[in-house]
């Protein structure tokens, strides 16, 4: 299974854009970058995912290497309630299912 | 839409008891799975399922039990507490990629 590596925290300051690294050297071909967050002791909520190309939503931008052994996701103009913690997770494909396998993510603070 | 709910929102057990946490979504989703989460720690996968009668085990499925009668509904059944199970327990839901958290169910094994 491919494994994710992420910084452990991270510090933005609040209008600022909060670049968050992943690297993910072992993903396959067919495999996604998912990136969830989760809000205090809240459930964790999704953000966005891609495979090669960049993406873009309301909430923030996906960048994946062309070599796609590593990602960025952007928070365009980070506010107090982006202090959250981010996984990046890479999404297992099986026969039976798909399997999603959370690390231990980036502990973003967005400062005033 | 309701989306996933998760009863109870808190529970404290004895070592040795049993319990059932309810987990629940409305919204038809195939794939449902349990996540556990230790203080500090990101989400471990405990068992998943892809749809009705059919289950399969996660990162750390020990002590606990699973089923899968109901597109529904999918309860995860602590066996035999112990304190080591103290965590808080998030259901999940989706229909292929995305994922949908409940609130989470709060366990204190004394």
């Known amino acids: 299974d491919a494994k994710t590596t992420q910084p452990t925290s991270m510090d933005c300051a609040e209008g600022r854009a909060a670049n968050l690294p992943c690297n993910h050297s072992?993903?396959?071909?067919?495999?996604?970058v998912y990136w969830y967050r989760q809000i205090h002791s809240q459930g964790p909520q999704y953000i966005i995912h891609?495979?090669?190309n960049n993406e873009t939503n309301e909430m923030a931008s996906l960048i994946i290497t062309e070599d796609r052994k590593s990602s960025t996701l952007i928070l365009p103009h980070a506010t107090l309630r982006d202090t959250a913690v981010y996984y990046c997770?890479?999404?297992?494909?099986?026969?039976?299912?798909?399997?999603?396998?959370f690390g231990t993510g980036t502990s973003l603070t967005v400062i005033p | 839409n309701a989306g996933v709910t998760q009863t109870p929102k808190f529970q404290v057990l004895k070592t040795g008891q049993s319990m059932t946490l309810q987990c629940a979504q409305d919204?038809?989703?195939?794939?449902m799975s349990w996540y556990r989460q230790d203080p500090g720690m990101g989400l471990r996968l405990i068992h998943y399922?892809?749809?009705?009668?059919?289950?399969d085990q996660g990162e750390v499925p020990n002590g606990y039990n699973v089923s899968r009668s109901t597109t529904e509904d999918f309860p995860l059944r602590l066996l035999s507490a112990a304190p080591s199970q103290t965590s808080v327990y998030f259901c999940?839901?989706?229909?292929?990629?995305?994922?949908?958290f409940g609130p989470g169910t709060r366990l204190t094994v004394t």
């Open positions: 399922s892809v749809g009705a009668g059919i289950t």
């Open positions: 919204m038809n989703h195939e794939y």
């Open positions: 891609g495979l090669k």
């Open positions: 999940a839901s989706s229909y292929w990629g995305e994922q949908y």
């Open positions: 072992t993903i396959s071909g067919n495999e996604y």
């Open positions: 997770i890479v999404r297992v494909a099986e026969e039976t299912g798909n399997q999603f396998y």
